[in-house]
């Protein structure tokens, strides 16, 4: 009886657990929104290492003053067609070279990502993924 027991508590277990797993992996992430918490896993240890919030600022609307004040490749701002994105780790992922983004950091970008890009799908979707905020006039 005692086994019947326990193999139905496992079993029990083991649907709560997958429910909850599945409920969070079906959440999906709210587009431009900070993540307040970000965790790694220390390759060490094995310990779940909790880090500080995003550098992204809860401000939405930024001033070409705002974005001046990153135009280094430590934190590379960049204001495009109206919209103000942080570009400081595409910086080395760039396809074209990190001098192609470094060149528009801190500054509004629209035109030489224009010239470059024009409205090809797929530099304007991976640029969608540093949005930080709007430009504001």
């Not at 919030?53 to 109206?82: E, K, M, R, Y």
């Not at 970008?109 to 949005?131: M, V």
Request: hydrophobic share 40%; aromatic share 8%.
């Amino acid at each position: 009886m005692s086994h019947k027991i326990l193999i139905g508590t496992a079993l029990i277990a083991a649907a709560v657990l997958g429910f909850a797993w599945f409920g969070l992996q079906s959440t999906p992430p709210v587009p431009n929104t900070p993540n307040p918490t970000s965790f790694t896993v220390s390759s060490s240890t094995g310990q779940i290492i909790t880090t500080a919030a995003s550098s992204t600022p809860a401000q939405t609307s930024f001033t070409l003053a705002d974005v001046a004040a990153h135009g280094n490749a430590s934190s590379c701002w960049s204001a495009i067609n109206g919209k103000v994105y942080n570009l400081t780790s595409w910086i080395s992922q760039h396809p074209g070279g990190p001098e192609h983004i470094l060149s528009i950091c801190g500054t509004d970008g629209s035109s030489a990502f224009n010239a470059q890009h024009g409205t090809q799908a797929r530099p304007a979707s991976e640029l969608a993924g540093f949005y930080i905020g709007t430009l504001a006039q």
